[in-house]
């Protein structure tokens, strides 16, 4: 990605909000997810009520090409299921690949496909398989979805055995 791209907010960014840690964050993101990287860090550039000059307050960065920028604003609010990234995935390797990265960070997991990072941002990891199955309606999409809700981690042979239905 162009530097230049990187460092100026786009029209539509979305606003993270974190306690003190965007930086941190941001660059766990660009490691673990393709087309992610870490852009501009604004610091304070004098002292302020609950904070001092040069502390990080603003990190600018991309999650899978989406425009972010965290905001490092204390403990007044945090992160909720109500908004999350969904990262579609190609198969069980990637699946893992991603779960396994943010919950092995200090993250905790969820429900189906679902789990939340260290700083309580939610996180949908998808596999294509599972998408696809829930789009095709009727009895498949209700296997899948049988199939989904007791799991934790998405297992992709489960979500294809369940496509195909009881053996004859």
């Not at 990190?59 to 945090?78: A, R, Y």
């Not at 799991?151 to 489960?158: E, G, P, Y």
Request: net charge negative; proline share 4%.
């Amino acid at each position: 990605m162009d530097e230049s791209a990187i460092n100026t907010i786009k029209k539509n960014t979305i606003c993270l909000w974190y306690e003190c840690d965007a930086e941190e964050a941001a660059h766990f993101y660009a490691r673990t997810f393709p087309d992610s990287s870490v852009g501009a860090v604004h610091r304070a550039p004098a002292d302020f009520p609950g904070g001092k000059a040069g502390q990080v307050l603003t990190v600018q960065f991309t999650v899978c090409g989406i425009p972010c920028m965290g905001l490092n604003g204390g403990s007044m609010f945090k992160h909720s299921e109500a908004f999350s990234f969904q990262i579609a995935t190609d198969d069980q390797a990637e699946t893992d690949k991603y779960w396994d990265a943010i919950v092995g960070n200090g993250g905790t997991e969820s429900a189906c496909g679902w789990c939340k990072d260290k700083w309580g941002l939610s996180w949908q990891i998808t596999p294509r398989a599972l998408t696809d199955a829930m789009t095709k309606g009727g009895e498949i999409a209700k296997r899948a979805f049988t199939a989904m809700m007791e799991m934790r981690k998405i297992d992709v042979a489960k979500i294809e055995a369940a496509v195909r239905g009881p053996s004859n």
